[in-house]
C-alpha cells in the first residue's frame, strides 16, 4: 500500500466505500437521514461533496492505495488502481503560509463553481433526499467557533478507511502528511471526532479540548500540537 495525492479518478472511489464507514454513526445520521431509504442518492451526495472539496482552495486530498503484492491486489487486479482509505486536509488561517497553500486557477474556479450551481439545483428542486440541508448548515455553524483559540492550523475535514482494511495503520499514515506539515509551520491539527474515531486519534497524539452538541449527541473537538515547548 501507498499514499498518493486524490485526483478527480479516486473520487468515485471513495465515495463507494464511505457508506460503509458510517453505518452506525450518529453524525452521519443526523446529516443524511434518508441515507438508507435512498442508498444510490447517498453516494451521488457523497460524490458532489468531495468534489466541491477537491476543487476548494486550500483542501489537499490524500489516498491509500493497494500496490502490486498486496494480499487484496488479485482481487482488484482487474478494475485496476483500488483506493481503500482517504484523508482531506485543509490549511486554515489567514497568515502569509496559509494563504500560499490557496492557489487557485481559472480551471479550479470554473469547476467549483459548476459543482455549486449543482448543488443548489439539487438542493431547490429537492434532488437529494438521502440529505438534509438544514443539518449540513447547522453543523457548519455549530463548529465555526469551536477553534476560535487556534486560527492558525491544519484540519482534518475527514479520514476514512473502507472497512475491510481497517485495524492495519492506514488512519495514522494519512495522518502523518499534514501533522508533519503542522510541525513545519508551527501550527496545530484541528478535527471533530466520532467516538470509533477517537481512539486513533488519540493514539497519535490529540487531546480533547471541548464538545459540541449535534443532532443529541456530543461531537468531540480534538487538537494535535506537536509545537514543543
Given amino acids: 500500500m501507498h499514499l498518493r495525492p486524490a485526483t478527480p479518478r479516486s473520487l468515485p472511489q471513495i465515495s463507494s466505500y464511505l457508506p460503509r464507514c458510517h453505518v452506525t ?8 437521514p434518508g441515507r438508507f431509504s435512498y442508498p444510490s442518492n447517498f453516494r451521488s451526495t457523497l460524490l458532489l461533496m468531495l468534489q ?3 476543487y476548494s482552495p486550500g483542501i ?43 492557489g487557485d486557477g481559472w480551471g479550479m474556479y470554473l469547476e ?37 483559540a487556534y486560527p492558525e492550523r491544519w484540519h482534518v475535514r475527514s479520514l476514512d478507511v473502507d472497512p475491510a482494511f481497517q485495524r492495519r495503520g492506514i488512519g495514522a499514515e494519512l495522518l502523518r502528511w499534514g501533522m508533519e506539515r ?24 490529540f487531546r480533547v479540548v471541548g464538545a459540541r452538541e449535534i443532532g ?6 480534538m487538537i494535535w500540537d506537536g509545537r514543543g515547548g
Fill in 25 to 32: 454513526n450518529p453524525t452521519t445520521t443526523y446529516l443524511f
Fill in 60 to 102: 489537499r486530498i490524500f489516498v491509500a492505495v493497494l500496490d502490486d503484492g498486496d494480499e487484496e491486489w488479485a482481487a482488484a487486479e482487474e478494475e485496476g488502481e483500488r483506493v481503500v482509505g482517504h484523508v482531506i486536509w485543509e490549511r486554515v488561517g489567514e497568515g502569509e503560509v496559509a494563504r500560499g497553500w490557496r
Fill in 182 to 205: 503542522a510541525r513545519e509551520e508551527g501550527v496545530v491539527v484541528g478535527l471533530e471526532s466520532s467516538e470509533v474515531g477517537r481512539r486513533l486519534y488519540e493514539k497519535v497524539g
Fill in 52 to 54: 466541491q472539496r477537491f
Fill in 216 to 221: 443529541g449527541v456530543e461531537v468531540p473537538v
Fill in 112 to 148: 467549483r463553481t459548476l459543482l455549486s450551481l449543482t448543488s443548489t439545483y439539487r438542493t431547490l428542486f429537492h434532488l437529494s433526499p438521502s440529505t438534509s440541508p438544514a443539518h449540513l448548515l447547522k453543523f457548519a455553524q455549530t463548529f465555526k467557533d469551536a477553534y476560535s
